[in-house]
């Protein structure tokens, strides 16, 4: 799968006047990160694989 099929979304607690936004497109596989201001095929993105993106999310929580 490439980048242009993922279905990227946002957190709730995102607000709608485009903010600073973290977009999130999972698969089974990988969890892709990007900004929401660059949400170009081309721009900038993150991969990392299911456990990386657990590791964190544990990570953030304790923070």
């Known amino acids: 799968m490439n ?3 993922l279905t990227w979304f946002k ?3 995102s607000g709608g006047e485009g ?3 973290l977009e999130v497109a999972v698969t089974p596989e990988t969890v892709h990160l ?3 201001k660059h949400p170009h095929p081309t ?3 993150l991969t990392l694989s299911p456990t990386a993106w657990s590791a ?3 990570g953030a929580q304790r923070s």
Request: aromatic letters at 12%; one cysteine or more.
């Open 3 to 5: 980048i242009e099929q």
């Open 11 to 13: 957190s709730s607690y």
């Open 19 to 21: 903010g600073e936004c």
């Open 34 to 36: 990007r900004d929401s």
């Open 43 to 45: 721009g900038p993105h």
């Open 56 to 58: 964190f999310l544990r």
